[in-house]
């Protein structure tokens, strides 16, 4: 099935001392870079957050106004593209693959979305494939985007959740790289 990327990569990095999450770079390759590698295969590919170099050619957008949150980024990135499915990855998803994507898109079914848990068994809520009709339903809902939780604007939504995976595990801190 068609998917379009939307990469959040407009945080703050407080946890990790304000350094840019996107550019941290593991085995020889940033975040950021990992993150676009597994959705090599998105018909487009938007990344909410300031313009930085990437290894491959993509969209760029901000959340309006900048740092207002990842739901605000999310809407801002939506804005991009037309494929039914949308892939949403926050940038610091370093462990995440394109067989992991594949899986989230495969797996909506019936469903409003599909997403990634981490190895603890929590729920990403930025490492999910959502119906793009699903999505815009949630958004409108919602309202105004700024300073709005993910779990907030998908609450209404039927979401399939993926077994246990490191593939979903984020970095917050720099303890979570030796995990």
Do not use: N
Not at 3 to 32: N, Q, Y
Not at 127 to 142: M, Q
Not at 163 to 173: A, F, L, M, R, Y
């Amino acid at each position: 099935m068609e998917f379009d990327a939307v990469v959040v990569a407009g945080g703050g990095s407080t946890r990790l001392g304000g350094v840019d999450k996107a550019l941290v770079v593991l085995e020889g390759m940033t975040f950021l870079d990992r993150v676009l590698h597994a959705v090599d295969r998105a018909a487009s590919t938007v990344v909410v957050g300031p313009v930085r170099e990437t290894y491959r050619a993509v969209e760029w957008t901000q959340e309006d106004p900048p740092g207002s949150g990842p739901v605000a980024g999310l809407a801002a990135g939506l804005a991009t593209g037309s494929a039914p499915v949308v892939v949403v990855l926050s940038c610091d998803l370093p462990w995440v693959t394109d067989q992991d994507i594949a899986r989230l898109v495969d797996s909506i079914g019936e469903h409003d979305g599909s997403g990634l848990r981490d190895s603890d068994g929590r729920d990403q809520w930025l490492a999910t494939a959502y119906r793009r009709s699903s999505l815009e339903h949630a958004l409108a809902e919602l309202g105004d985007p700024r300073d709005k939780s993910v779990r907030r604007l998908t609450a209404g939504l039927d979401l399939v959740w993926s077994d246990p995976t490191k593939s979903g595990d984020d970095v917050d801190t720099w303890a979570d790289l030796d995990g």
